[in-house]
């Protein structure tokens, strides 16, 4: 960084450390808008000045997320405040904005703002079905890989880490990276039955990591899946959070089965009582161990999601995002290093957490030189996928384009079992991609007047159905053994 850089930072950080003083005492309004226009002066990055002008907006008409701000000023831990403040507005916009268009002139492409990162597969608890179980503690990221890539990103601007799993909490060490990069703003999907007390102190004192706890709907819908007791010791971590001050929010997976058990009204107070900042929405896509078709939900059950979000983020207290159905405000897919990559936990560099192919691991290559592979390349020359953006996706919306790249690239399933992906799923995601396509406008005209129209109608099982599945796969397998 050049000394006239460093001096702005610096006069970025005095003024924010004063706001962030007087935001306890004062008026959380004018002390947002204070942050708003210094941010306004000193962001380049595109997807910054959008986000800030969206939140100009909503201060100006006194949305209800603005209520989140006011938590923000007023009831946030000041080590959160301050972390979110100097790693998200002036690292992120300032310094790394500046570091990516510098090294954009280097390496021909603008680099990503974020990386999401899975150090371990392992995991705590043992949910049917999931891949994580087949995985033990032994299975993770060196540390010192780890603190290497994390040194790598920011050199290259990036200030904002996504950290994925595995249970990353389960991850030796895990913890004293994130204090030791300090400066990175880290995002954690987690299960959150290893947040206790003490370790919510912990991270309200190291205050750049915002937890994500994934829940499966309410207490019936979370237990079945998760275990007993799971979701009685995740609303505990929630109370535990919210008395230390921290940022912290949920996760949660669309299926066929459990579209009113994670969008319903009692499930949004449920985490607006507990003081979740934001959730994040993801829809089941046919990885990992045992991919199901079956699973996925139906076109209209997606797009319906998309809806419902939608009324969610105009109505309520909690940020709700649908990595899929919020597409046209980010201009498409954001994988394969436009936005975003993933980094699996042999040092593997995919497009995202989902395309888990791969041509370069990191602990062979620098980092730069991963995200502009040819892979990386070929696909963001094809970046939007579709001239719909409500149609996002490579794998699901587009198959045909994974396909494509995967054999024009050589790139490599990083597990063995998501070459189904382009071979014996191949029919199956290509006829799911054109029933959307077929009927959106349809889809549209009728769920985005009313969101809720078919609540109650749909049948909730949940996970019900692939655990008695499971269940029964290992009766036979014990019967067998006998």
Not at 10 to 32: H, K, T, V, W, Y
Not at 74 to 87: A, E, T
Not at 97 to 119: C, N, Q, W
Not at 182 to 210: H, S
Request: aromatic fraction near 10%; charged fraction near 30%.
């Amino acid at each position: 960084m050049g000394l006239k850089a460093k001096a702005k930072e610096f006069m970025l950080n005095q003024a924010i450390n004063r706001m962030m003083d007087l935001a306890s005492s004062g008026d959380p309004d004018r002390n947002l808008r204070r942050i708003i226009n210094v941010a306004e002066k000193i962001t380049t990055d595109p997807l910054w000045v959008d986000a800030i002008s969206g939140f100009k907006y909503r201060l100006d008409i006194n949305h209800p997320l603005m209520e989140i701000a006011r938590r923000f000023m007023r009831d946030f831990n000041p080590n959160v405040r301050r972390k979110v403040i100097r790693n998200l507005v002036v690292k992120e916009t300032l310094v790394g904005a500046d570091k990516r268009h510098r090294i954009e002139h280097d390496i021909g492409f603008y680099p990503p703002t974020l990386m999401v990162i899975s150090p371990t597969m392992a995991c705590n608890i043992k949910c049917p079905g999931c891949y994580a179980e087949k995985y033990t503690k032994k299975h993770q990221m060196p540390y010192e890989t780890f603190d290497d890539i994390l040194q790598q990103a920011k050199d290259m601007g990036i200030h904002f880490v996504v950290v994925s799993g595995g249970e990353p909490l389960f991850y030796s060490g895990m913890m004293d990276l994130i204090e030791k990069h300090n400066d990175i703003m880290f995002q954690m999907y987690t299960n959150g039955t290893l947040i206790d007390k003490k370790m919510a102190k912990r991270i309200a004192k190291a205050g750049n990591l915002i937890p994500c706890c994934s829940l499966e709907g309410l207490k019936e819908e979370t237990n079945m899946r998760r275990g007993d007791g799971v979701f009685e010791t995740v609303s505990e971590a929630f109370d535990y959070m919210r008395e230390e001050g921290v940022c912290f929010g949920f996760s949660c997976t669309l299926t066929k089965y459990n579209l009113d058990s994670i969008t319903s009204p009692e499930f949004i107070d449920f985490v607006e009582r507990k003081g979740c900042t934001l959730g994040w929405y993801f829809t089941y896509i046919p990885i990992g161990k045992e991919p199901d078709l079956a699973l996925m939900p139906s076109a209209k059950q997606r797009y319906t999601l998309g809806a419902r979000i939608r009324r969610i983020r105009e109505t309520r207290t909690v940020f709700c995002a649908d990595f899929w159905n919020d597409g046209p405000h980010v201009d498409g897919c954001i994988a394969s290093g436009k936005r975003y990559f993933h980094i699996n936990v042999n040092g593997d560099v995919e497009p995202c957490v989902f395309a888990q192919f791969t041509v370069d691991n990191v602990k062979e290559k620098p980092l730069v030189e991963c995200l502009n592979s040819r892979m990386f390349q070929e696909f963001r020359s094809r970046q939007p996928f579709d001239k719909d953006l409500r149609r996002p996706c490579m794998i699901i919306d587009r198959p045909e384009i994974l396909r494509e790249v995967i054999e024009k690239t050589g790139g490599q399933p990083s597990y063995p079992e998501n070459i189904k992906l382009v071979t014996e799923l191949a029919d199956g995601l290509d006829a799911y991609a054109g029933e959307l396509a077929g009927h959106i406008d349809e889809y549209a005209a009728i769920y985005d007047a009313d969101p809720y129209r078919d609540f109650g109608e749909i049948e909730q099982r949940g996970w019900q159905a692939p655990i008695e599945e499971y269940e029964a796969e290992e009766a036979e397998v014990r019967e067998e053994k006998l």
